[in-house]
């Protein structure tokens, strides 16, 4: 018995899926509506937005020397509003409008990308500027000279826009199944399968290896922060639909949930390690935390420090077993 938990703890993905069978079969019977159709294929409406700002941060993360986004809760705040404007305010069609949006996310990926990677300031530091920044500059488009000074969400989208997020295929939400999903399989076949995963964890486990090695650092770390602002876009698109408003503060708070995910997930803070299949499960285990929580009719205050609590036991769990393997 010894020997089967010492190899369930081993494995980080066959743990997360004991922990998220325990926490389903807690939740379905202690919390009334939980257990319901209606109920868990909204949760995975929520899960899309989170999840793809979770693997915004594990890509960063697996890059090693200190990599963090801060910035990606701000990023989809910004793109989310510039969406919004562009096609309620200016009358821009949704086709062009975003894939303009997609592009602003790149582009301050590119921005703090480039701050990491060349001018070498602390990732902590670039996004954290990042986060205040952006989400200023989401204020700043929001306002609408007709009602003064004062940021206003935008509300009048044409009916075709709400498709990607209210839409569903058999009962599953569109955007799990024709965003999500592809975004996870194209993600886990270039970290598994592809040279440039290689290099990526090559990077992140030791970056003088793999200077000496050959491997381009400075583009490895640059590329994963344009990903972390396109997926951060990507999350803005689908929330902005699903909710069908957008608002300049959109993505606030996103960002520590999304590290949350992606250390539970066993991303190691300390960059080289971490899979996409972990990331999966732990995004299914705070997206059901959450939903729990509300239903059970746990004050926000409450929900926030048991994200706090699971934030500090995965980081001590990656530690043990950091140890463990050194034994």
């Known amino acids: 018995m010894k020997k089967f938990w010492d190899f369930v703890i081993e494995n980080r993905s066959l743990f997360l899926a004991f922990v998220f069978l325990g926490v389903f079969l807690v ?3 202690l919390v009334p509506g939980f257990f319901t159709l209606y109920n868990l294929t909204n949760m995975t409406q929520y899960g899309v937005e989170l999840g793809l700002l979770a693997f915004a941060e594990t890509m960063v993360i697996i890059s090693g020397g200190g990599g963090i986004d801060l910035s990606v809760g701000s990023m989809m705040s910004l793109v989310a509003i510039v969406i919004g404007v562009l096609i309620g305010r200016v009358g821009i069609p949704p086709l062009l409008a975003i894939p303009v949006g997609l592009m602003c996310g790149a582009s301050m990926g590119l921005v703090n990308g ?14 954290l500027a990042g ?20 940021p206003m969400p935008v509300s009048n989208f044409p009916e075709s826009f709400y498709f990607v997020g209210q839409y569903r295929i058999g009962g599953i939400p569109f955007q799990v199944l024709c965003i999500y999903l592809p975004v996870l399989i194209l993600l886990h076949f270039i970290l598994t399968r592809t040279g440039y995963g290689r290099k990526l964890y090559g990077v992140g486990s030791n970056e003088k290896a793999a200077l000496f090695s050959g491997i381009n650092v400075k583009n490895i770390r640059l590329s994963v922060y344009i990903m972390s602002g396109i997926l951060s876009g990507l999350a803005s698109w689908i929330i902005t639909s699903r909710i069908a408003s957008a608002r300049p503060d959109i993505g606030t708070g996103f960002e520590l949930q999304a590290i949350t995910i992606a250390v539970l997930g066993g ?4 960059g080289g390690e971490g899979t996409v299949l ?11 935390l959450n939903n729990g929580l509300q239903l059970a009719g746990i004050h926000q205050i409450w929900q926030l420090g048991a994200l706090g609590v699971v934030l500090i036991g995965s980081t001590l769990l990656n530690q043990f077993l950091i140890k463990r393997r050194k034994l």
């Open 267 to 270: 991303v190691s803070i300390q």
């Open 114 to 127: 480039m701050l990491v990677s060349r001018i070498k300031i602390l990732p902590l530091i670039v996004t």
């Open 131 to 150: 986060l205040y920044v952006y989400r200023s500059l989401a204020l700043i488009v929001a306002v609408d000279p007709q009602f003064g000074p004062n």
């Open 278 to 288: 972990g990331v999966v499960l732990a995004t299914f285990i705070i997206t059901m």
């Open 27 to 29: 939740l379905s019977v």
